[in-house]
């Protein structure tokens, strides 16, 4: 099933997604790096990954919406999205409640920043999972002339700059 929001052939959910996995773990890493170290330059780094990731998680989750939008309901595809799609905006939510925390003192945060930003980030694991699922075991968004040998997405009606296909 191909997803339904597409940029010169591909979709664009999974393009955005490696933008707010990476800036959101890269955060909880350097919190960590922070406790361990003592070293409080890593937590005030991740006080603007936060920013930017709970940013780029925004407009991800617009497009992810409009996907989960295209698959048939009452499938398996659709509920997992559904668990996908909510639990990512728990991630964002505890990522942004982690950045207010930081808000007054970015070098100096609470506790209770840095365990939104590592319960987030273990979350993060989870839904990337679920959304692997979708895409590896369920087939969404996989193009339906998908195969080793096929054309370069840029042939055809791929060099569209921005398409809109009906769901399968």
Not at 5 to 21: C, D, E, M, R
Not at 97 to 114: K, Q
């Amino acid at each position: 099933m191909e997803r339904t929001v597409k940029i010169l052939g591909h979709p664009i959910h999974q393009q955005l997604i490696a933008f707010p996995i990476g800036l959101l773990i890269t955060a909880a890493a350097f919190d960590l790096i922070t406790v361990l170290s003592g070293d409080i330059r890593w937590t005030q780094m991740s006080f603007y990954l936060i920013g930017a990731g709970v940013l780029m998680g925004l407009v991800a989750a617009v497009f992810g919406l409009l996907d989960w939008l295209g698959i048939p309901g009452n499938t398996r595809a659709k509920r997992i999205g559904a668990v996908h799609g909510l639990g990512n905006v728990l991630v964002v939510l505890l990522f942004v409640a982690s950045f207010f925390l930081r808000w007054a003192d970015a070098a100096t945060p609470p506790n209770l920043a840095y365990w939104c930003s590592y319960i987030g980030a273990g979350l993060i694991l989870v839904t990337g999972w679920l959304g692997g699922e979708l895409v590896d075991r369920l087939g969404v968004g996989i193009d339906s002339g998908a195969n080793v040998n096929a054309p370069s997405s840029l042939q055809g009606d791929a060099t569209e700059p921005f398409e809109r296909r009906p769901a399968a």
